[in-house]
């Protein structure tokens, strides 16, 4: 039994002939998958093609050694296809499909329907524009999971650290057939083919700022770039606008909606960063051509189905990176994916190795920028997806880096150099590592314009991922103040620190060489001390604070004595900032200082940083009552309402 009358109904049928509509049906046949059952297995040789008749499909991807899979797409709408990856080489299924309740399909075996593709280029025109135009949404839904997920990149995350393309001028006399073979869209392309698309193109240049495609448009160009550099930026339903990559490789196809021959409506936009040279074909130009010539129509729609499967490949990746928090596994995974098409002697298959340990990161990120730029052509495609995959580590990578380059310049300082002169050194050196973080700063104006003042912060754990090779953890928070004030004051000021247990000896001497106040905690080695010894060398920390204070420097401290995560920050605070502020009998300024989130890895959050107007502590005391007794409750209060602060350098860091 044909399904004749059944395919009438498909989208694209008014445009077949009742031959043609015959000749697909008779190679059709009607399935039935209960719920649950697997219509499509992820990396199985894609033996069979589908379309929705009825119920919904899942979409799940296997990734590394995660359990079970992870979805990544849903469809209920009807003739939605199901299994088109099977159209393009490797000739596999990219996801695994599943059954959402009682689902029927109708389908085709692919070798069969390939053939008659051949025999009947018309046929196979219309049913892969179709199955291109209805699986537009699975790019859709793959970005709005990306959105949700992480830190969305803007342009300037793609432009700061390094220019990525391969561009050379070819010259004047270049002509549009050589610009075709060198673009790997056209590979599959017959020279006939190729001459007719050169007799409907056009090099245009467009200027910085241009908008070449805006949301909701249904664009009637097809463009593939020569120079410059595309954001494609991602409009949320909200209208809120993200990059999601930077087009600037050579022969790249930046605009391709508007060769299909159904037309596809779009959530991006598409704006020139730098002028841009770009191949441009009209729309109409192409439906003349795919109509005289439907088998040039057909091997567009094919490499169409290409592009979408390779920008579904990509957007998906960096949700695996997101959902799982892991750029190896996604990496890992996607040359699993692609390991047919891989030769084995590939360098690619360095990169998970060279990536899984921090010293060798940037030798993975120059393997990967070689690749993208030298490769074969599946392993430009992959790097050059590990480059948008990778981005958030880099920028990491850099910002290590320069934490690296900030200790070994402070603990190889010569001797004769000053200490205030080394802690400003210090603070230059952390501006340029910290340039590659997101940082969200509130309240600066409530800093001081004269110096003499005491900084207190929360004071929050360092991730265990940027411990130094030689196992010192900076402190990144104080740093952070440090380098605030010395671009402040020219002077980045002094700040408290912790005197370490004996097998901190390395800390300690760092901080000794920057001329920081030391101070022993309930951390640092216990001494065998009197009472009265102990109390000795407390009043002779307060005296060279105050000393400090009152020769115009600024103190900088955290009153809890010691340091927790951002959702536990700050616990009590000791009295020592604020009997520092007492001794020192001038009744300087206190500037609270709230931050967020540095506790996290930055390739995962944005940090948050809130200064609060300043206090004195006699705006706070009452000192006509006992000095103890009024600093404790004072305390108590106190710490109950930091915690405020951190909840607006929490909300500061989360708003987008």
Same mark, same amino acid.
């Given at each position: 039994?044909?399904?004749?009358?059944?395919?009438?109904?498909?989208?694209?049928?008014?445009?077949?002939? #009742?031959?043609?509509?015959?000749?697909?049906?008779?190679?059709?046949?009607?399935?039935?998958?209960?719920?649950?059952?697997?219509?499509?297995?992820?990396?199985?040789?894609?033996?069979?093609?589908?379309? +929705?008749?009825?119920?919904?499909?899942?979409?799940?991807?296997?990734?590394?050694? =995660?359990?079970?899979?992870?979805?990544?797409?849903?469809?209920?709408?009807?003739?939605?296809?199901?299994?088109?990856?099977?159209?393009?080489?490797?000739?596999?299924?990219?996801?695994?499909?599943?059954?959402?309740?009682?689902?029927?399909?109708? =389908?085709?075996?692919?070798?069969? +329907?390939?053939?008659?593709?051949?025999?009947?280029?018309? @046929?196979?025109?219309?049913?892969?524009?179709?199955?291109?135009?209805?699986?537009?949404?699975?790019?859709?839904?793959?970005?709005?999971?990306?959105?949700?997920?992480?830190?969305?990149?803007?342009?300037?995350?793609?432009?700061?650290?390094?220019?990525? %393309?391969?561009?050379?001028?070819?010259?004047?006399?270049?002509?549009?057939?050589?610009?075709?073979?060198?673009?790997?869209? &056209?590979?599959?392309?017959?020279?006939?083919?190729?001459? !007719?698309?050169?007799?409907?193109?056009?090099?245009?240049?467009?200027?910085?700022?241009? *908008?070449?495609?805006?949301?909701?448009?249904?664009?009637?160009?097809?463009?593939?770039?020569?120079?410059?550099?595309?954001?494609?930026?991602?409009?949320?339903?909200?209208? $809120?606008?993200?990059?999601?990559?930077?087009?600037?490789?050579?022969? =790249?196809?930046? +605009?391709?909606?508007?060769?299909?021959?159904?037309?596809?409506?779009?959530?991006?936009?598409?704006?020139?960063?730098?002028?841009?040279?770009?191949?441009?074909?009209?729309?109409?130009?192409?439906?003349?051509?795919?109509?005289?010539?439907?088998?040039?129509?057909?091997?567009?729609?094919?490499?169409?189905?290409?592009?979408?499967?390779?920008?579904? !490949?990509?957007?998906?990746?960096?949700?695996?990176?997101?959902?799982?928090?892991?750029?190896?596994?996604?990496? =890992? %995974?996607? /040359? $699993?994916?692609?390991?047919?098409?891989?030769?084995?002697?590939?360098?690619?298959?360095?990169?998970?190795?060279?990536?899984?340990?921090?010293?060798?990161?940037?030798?993975?990120?120059?393997?990967?920028?070689?690749?993208?730029?030298?490769?074969?052509?599946?392993?430009?495609?992959?790097?050059?997806? &590990?480059?948008?995959? %990778?981005?958030?580590?880099?920028? $990491?990578?850099? &910002?290590?880096?320069?934490?690296?380059?900030?200790?070994?310049?402070?603990i190889t300082a010569p001797k004769d150099i000053s200490s205030a002169e080394l802690r400003n050194q210090c603070s230059q050196l952390f501006e340029r590592a910290?340039?590659?973080?997101?940082?969200?700063?509130?309240?600066?104006?409530?800093?001081?314009?004269?110096?003499?003042?005491?900084?207190?912060?929360?004071?929050?754990?360092?991730?265990?991922?940027?411990?130094?090779?030689?196992?010192?953890?900076?402190?990144?928070?104080?740093?952070? @103040?440090?380098?605030?004030?010395?671009?402040?004051?020219?002077?980045?000021?002094?700040?408290?620190?912790?005197?370490?247990?004996?097998?901190?000896?390395?800390?300690?001497?760092?901080?000794?060489?920057?001329?920081?106040?030391?101070? *022993? %905690?309930?951390?640092?080695?216990?001494?065998?001390?009197?009472?009265?010894?102990?109390?000795?060398?407390?009043?002779?920390?307060?005296?060279?604070?105050?000393?400090?204070?009152?020769?115009?420097?600024?103190?900088?401290?955290?009153?809890?004595?010691?340091?927790?995560?951002?959702?536990?920050?700050?616990?009590?605070? *000791?009295?020592?900032?604020?009997?520092?502020?007492?001794?020192? #009998?001038?009744?300087?300024?206190i500037v609270p200082v709230a931050i967020a989130f540095f506790d996290k890895r930055i390739s995962k959050t944005k940090l948050g940083v809130v200064i609060k107007?300043?206090?004195?502590?006699?705006?706070? /005391?009452?000192?006509?009552?006992?000095?103890?007794?009024?600093?404790?409750?004072?305390?108590?209060?106190?710490? *109950? $309402?930091?915690?405020?602060?951190?909840?607006?350098?929490?909300?500061?860091?989360?708003?987008?």
């Amino acid at each position: 039994m044909t399904l004749t009358k059944t395919l009438h109904n498909l989208p694209f049928a008014d445009r077949l002939t #009742q031959k043609d509509l015959g000749l697909l049906a008779q190679l059709a046949e009607l399935k039935s998958y209960q719920n649950g059952e697997v219509i499509t297995l992820q990396f199985a040789t894609a033996e069979k093609f589908s379309v +929705l008749f009825s119920g919904a499909v899942t979409y799940h991807l296997n990734v590394g050694d =995660q359990r079970g899979a992870l979805e990544v797409g849903k469809s209920k709408e009807k003739w939605t296809p199901i299994g088109w990856s099977g159209f393009r080489e490797p000739y596999r299924f990219a996801t695994t499909a599943i059954a959402s309740g009682e689902t029927k399909v109708i =389908q085709w075996d692919n070798k069969e +329907l390939r053939a008659l593709f051949d025999q009947h280029p018309e @046929i196979g025109m219309h049913v892969l524009s179709s199955s291109l135009m209805l699986s537009t949404s699975l790019l859709s839904d793959a970005r709005e999971a990306w959105m949700s997920g992480a830190v969305p990149l803007n342009a300037s995350d793609y432009q700061n650290a390094m220019s990525y %393309t391969s561009f050379q001028d070819k010259g004047p006399h270049e002509s549009t057939m050589d610009f075709f073979r060198q673009s790997a869209f &056209f590979n599959p392309f017959a020279d006939w083919h190729l001459t !007719k698309l050169a007799e409907v193109s056009k090099t245009i240049h467009y200027q910085a700022g241009s *908008k070449l495609l805006c949301k909701g448009q249904f664009s009637d160009k097809f463009m593939v770039l020569k120079s410059g550099k595309v954001a494609l930026n991602y409009v949320t339903q909200k209208g $809120e606008s993200f990059t999601s990559d930077i087009l600037q490789e050579r022969g =790249q196809v930046i +605009l391709w909606s508007g060769a299909s021959y159904d037309p596809i409506p779009n959530n991006m936009e598409l704006i020139v960063l730098e002028s841009v040279e770009v191949l441009e074909i009209n729309r109409i130009d192409l439906l003349v051509l795919y109509k005289e010539f439907p088998t040039l129509g057909m091997v567009f729609m094919y490499r169409l189905l290409w592009l979408l499967g390779s920008a579904l !490949k990509a957007i998906r990746a960096q949700v695996i990176t997101q959902t799982f928090d892991r750029e190896l596994l996604t990496i =890992q %995974t996607m /040359i $699993e994916q692609a390991g047919a098409q891989i030769s084995v002697c590939s360098d690619l298959y360095k990169l998970p190795i060279l990536l899984a340990e921090k010293v060798t990161q940037g030798d993975a990120f120059d393997l990967i920028d070689r690749l993208a730029e030298e490769g074969e052509n599946i392993e430009k495609n992959l790097a050059n997806l &590990f480059r948008k995959i %990778t981005m958030p580590l880099r920028r $990491e990578f850099l &910002f290590l880096e320069g934490l690296r380059r900030m200790t070994d310049h402070v603990i190889t300082a010569p001797k004769d150099i000053s200490s205030a002169e080394l802690r400003n050194q210090c603070s230059q050196l952390f501006e340029r590592a910290v340039s590659y973080v997101d940082i969200k700063i509130d309240g600066l104006e409530n800093i001081p314009k004269s110096s003499g003042n005491i900084f207190i912060y929360n004071h929050l754990l360092n991730h265990p991922y940027y411990t130094l090779p030689n196992s010192f953890q900076i402190t990144l928070d104080s740093h952070f @103040i440090s380098m605030l004030l010395y671009k402040f004051y020219k002077d980045s000021g002094l700040r408290v620190v912790r005197i370490g247990k004996g097998p901190e000896y390395g800390h300690q001497d760092y901080y000794n060489k920057l001329g920081h106040l030391g101070v *022993k %905690t309930q951390d640092s080695d216990p001494t065998q001390q009197t009472a009265e010894e102990r109390r000795q060398v407390r009043n002779e920390f307060f005296k060279e604070a105050g000393d400090k204070l009152r020769s115009g420097m600024n103190l900088i401290l955290s009153p809890e004595g010691t340091s927790r995560e951002t959702q536990q920050s700050p616990v009590d605070f *000791k009295p020592g900032a604020f009997i520092i502020a007492e001794k020192s #009998q001038i009744d300087p300024l206190i500037v609270p200082v709230a931050i967020a989130f540095f506790d996290k890895r930055i390739s995962k959050t944005k940090l948050g940083v809130v200064i609060k107007k300043p206090f004195r502590l006699s705006e706070v /005391i009452d000192k006509e009552k006992p000095f103890k007794e009024e600093l404790r409750s004072f305390l108590e209060r106190y710490s *109950k $309402e930091y915690r405020t602060y951190v909840e607006e350098a929490i909300e500061l860091a989360e708003k987008q």
